[in-house]
């Protein structure tokens, strides 16, 4: 009664003591609450009293707002008393145990203190026989043969035939009768001591037989629930006959085990073999044991009410997790282990659709256990399974020609809200077609088991294999000086070359469109609404971008840091076949250009071959990406930008060109500062709008100021050696029409929808005239 009262107490709390992690002003506002609460909690609270107290100076709609307010109460009080009834099991458990033996005790000690009373009536009465004085015997013979001769009463007679009467109602097992002769024998006996009605010894008689035969029928009762064929309704009435003779803790008890024993009797018809499947094995189980549970919950509600409900949460509890230690033996581990996470997933599923209608008609929440005891072995099938798509992915990259397609026909896709995006259907290698699909059912497998909370592992899981083929796509560039290496060790260097500029880009194309919009939609699968069926209506797909959670968009960023990757690669890659030759000889050196002014031969003016070969291989290259990076151009245009950054910072970077310019035995003369700056014009005049950024712009202006301070170094004003700009310009446009094949568009003239069209080659008049200042 107490811990019931103080369940009350702590119901009635107010919401804020829900909230341990509060700030003081919420804790402050509990407390005052708190306070006007106290009026619930006194034993003589009148409702309606209090009701009417309130109810009085109010309106229709305070009265509405105070009953909202009551019901919100309830709610609250409700929701505390089972969250203490759950965070505190193991102390209800102890306490009932604690209660049941105590009962069973006090009931010990009252059959003695019963029999002790008895036994001293009988020696007293025996004591006052014998003290009896010698005259008084002819009377106490009178007395003995008036008793002897006179007929024992209806009381008496039915005391005499009571131990014969239970004993027929026993052996015809007539239980309710027997009860009904028990409880008719216990209100003689306390009617008899009361009116004093029948002798010690006929008195003492009556309790002896009816505590034997209370014992018999418990005994019997206790057999009877333990056999096999006693189940339903003669199980409920064994249980309830006990609980009427108050034994009510072992009533329970043997109802459970009764239940225990049928459940592992039918389980035995069911032998998991090497060749049975997984998934029908664990539904039969799951349904003999989820039914078992049920029946078990039904019998004790019927007989006991709420009274056993602890009990009845842990023995369902081991039922449950006992269940789960079947499936994972038989059932799951085989499929982890063989990577088969499509079986490992409807074995789980299975289980839990079991649980669930369990849950929804008693309010027993065992998902959470089978989710905790199934986890490892679905996790284990989670790596296997990734694992294969690694391996898988990297035997299909052996083979791959680097030649994109579309998807291959009558193959599986979700790119429908792909192509509305992209305008085209997505083109892809051989090997990224296969490791889409290939991520498209890992996630549909995935994605029903999100109550296990694997959406971040598996997320994390597929950033590592898209990794790995980062990895061989890098391996797959000629000369790729990189040794790329993944948690497991080295990656496979049994991968084709990309031979060709078409073969390169389109790794790039492969590692782009799975990272920007393939994989970002697969993993769309692990939205809640998309399990629901919402992102499936087209009307609805616009909840898409909104449904993102904070982790898809981290994940995505980290996707793009892997292709950055392979750009990085790619671009380092051509920057060191323009700067170096097959015999490591340096194309971009100062030699270059402090050798000019000993060649006394008239001058053919053009830029450096290096640079030539740049913009050749620049626009070669923005060529082929427009077929290739349809509806991305943009990736394309960065792309470019950051082959062309790679070689400027090499230049701008380079340690010893520097220290042979700024520091050599030969200054830079005129004819060589009049090259440098026409090979730095003709890469801001080429770049501009499509393979120059603000960033290198920058960089080239920074170059040039640092090539004119070298040579005023020497006490030459540059401008008094350098051509006008226009010559600059006009040199550099013709040779960039010669590469191109394009016709000369005129000063000034720029693609506005460029990214630096602000730039123009005016831009080094400044750098001049701030050189020469």
Not at 209 to 235: F, M, N, P, V, W
Not at 402 to 422: D, K
Not at 625 to 645: C, H, K, N, Q, W
Request: glycine content about 6%.
């Amino acid at each position: 009664m107490a811990s019931a009262k103080s369940s009350r107490s702590r119901a009635s709390a107010p919401s804020g003591a829900h909230q341990p992690n509060g700030g003081a002003g919420d804790q402050e506002a509990g407390v005052q609450l708190a306070d006007k609460l106290k009026i619930f909690k006194t034993e003589n609270f009148d409702p309606d009293a209090y009701v009417q107290s309130k109810c009085q100076t109010m309106n229709e709609k305070e009265i509405r707002h105070l009953c909202n307010y009551l019901q919100d109460l309830k709610k609250a009080s409700a929701e505390e008393m089972r969250k203490s009834v759950y965070a505190n099991y193991a102390a209800f458990i102890r306490t009932s145990k604690e209660i049941s033996d105590l009962e069973g005790e006090l009931l010990s000690i009252k059959n003695l203190l019963g029999a002790q009373t008895g036994l001293i009536r009988g020696l007293a009465e025996g004591v006052n026989i014998d003290s009896l004085p010698a005259g008084s015997e002819g009377s106490t013979e009178n007395d003995i043969s008036n008793v002897e001769d006179r007929e024992p009463s209806e009381l008496e007679k039915w005391v005499e035939e009571f131990p014969d009467m239970l004993e027929v109602l026993l052996a015809e097992r007539r239980v309710d009768e027997a009860l009904d002769a028990l409880d008719e024998a216990d209100r003689l006996v306390a009617e008899a001591k009361q009116k004093q009605t029948l002798g010690t010894a006929d008195l003492s008689s009556l309790q002896n037989a009816i505590s034997d035969h209370r014992q018999k029928l418990a005994d019997q009762l206790a057999e009877a629930s333990c056999q096999s064929s006693t189940y339903g309704i003669e199980l409920r009435a064994a249980a309830a006959a006990l609980k009427r003779l108050g034994d009510g803790p072992r009533a329970h008890t043997l109802l459970l085990s009764a239940h225990d024993q049928r459940l592992q009797y039918n389980m035995q018809v069911i032998h998991p073999t090497n060749t049975s499947y997984g998934g029908a094995y664990t539904a039969a189980l799951s349904q003999q044991v989820f039914s078992a549970i049920a029946q078990a919950l039904n019998d004790s509600q019927a007989v006991f009410g709420d009274e056993y409900a602890s009990e009845l949460v842990i023995w369902s509890t081991i039922q449950a997790e006992a269940f789960a230690h079947l499936v994972k033996r038989y059932a799951l581990a085989s499929s982890a282990a063989a990577g088969g996470l499509r079986a490992a997933v409807e074995c789980v599923q299975i289980a839990i659709g079991h649980c669930s209608l369990l849950e929804a008609r008693w309010r027993l929440s065992l998902s959470s256990v089978l989710l905790k005891l199934f986890r490892p072995s679905v996790e284990q099938a989670l790596d296997a399974n990734l694992r294969r798509i690694e391996e898988s992915t990297a035997a299909l990259a052996a083979a791959d020609d680097w030649i994109l397609t579309y998807p291959p026909t009558g193959a599986r896709t979700s790119n429908r809200a792909s192509t509305v995006a992209l305008g085209v259907q997505p083109k892809l290698s051989s090997s990224a077609h296969r490791f889409y699909l290939m991520v498209q059912d890992f996630f549909e497998d995935v994605g029903p088991l999100l109550s296990m909370q694997l959406g971040g592992s598996s997320m994390d899981g597929l950033l590592k294999v898209f990794n790995s083929y980062i990895s061989l796509l890098i391996n797959a560039l000629p000369s790729s000086m990189e040794e790329e290496t993944n948690l497991d060790g080295p990656v496979s260097k049994l991968v084709r070359m990309a031979e060709t500029e078409t073969q390169q880009l389109a790794l790039l194309a492969n590692a782009s469109l799975l990272a920007e919009d393939l994989l970002p939609r697969a993993v769309m699968k692990l939205s809640p609404l998309y399990q629901s069926g919402v992102m499936e209506d087209p009307r609805k797909r616009g909840l898409e971008r909104n449904t993102r959670m904070p982790e898809q968009r981290e994940w995505k960023r980290k996707l793009q840091r892997s292709v950055d990757r392979l750009r990085d690669s790619f671009c380092r890659q051509h920057a060191l076949d323009l700067i170096f030759t097959e015999d490591g000889d340096s194309n971009l050196g100062a030699d270059m250009y402090i050798n000019m002014d000993m060649n006394s031969e008239e001058q053919e003016w053009a830029p450096s071959p290096i640079f030539q070969e740049l913009y050749a291989k620049l626009n070669r290259m923005a060529s082929i990406a427009s077929d290739i990076f349809v509806g991305r151009e943009r990736f394309a245009t960065l792309l470019m930008m950051r082959l062309t950054e790679t070689v400027i910072l090499w230049l701008s970077e380079d340690q010893s060109f520097w220290e042979d310019i700024e520091e050599g035995q030969r200054p830079l003369g005129p004819l060589g500062l009049q090259q440098f700056y026409l090979d730095m014009q003709f890469v801001i005049l080429f770049g501009q709008g499509r393979f120059l950024s603000r960033h290198v712009h920058q960089v080239i202006v920074d170059i040039i100021e640092r090539a004119m301070a070298a040579f005023s170094a020497t006490g030459i004003n540059p401008d008094s050696v350098l051509p006008s700009d226009d010559w600059f310009f006009d040199v550099a446009q013709e040779t960039i029409s010669r590469i191109s094949g394009k016709a000369r568009f005129g000063n000034g003239e720029r693609e506005s929808n460029s990214p630096t069209a602000s730039i123009s080659a005016q831009s080094i008049s400044s750098v001049r005239s701030h050189g020469s200042s």
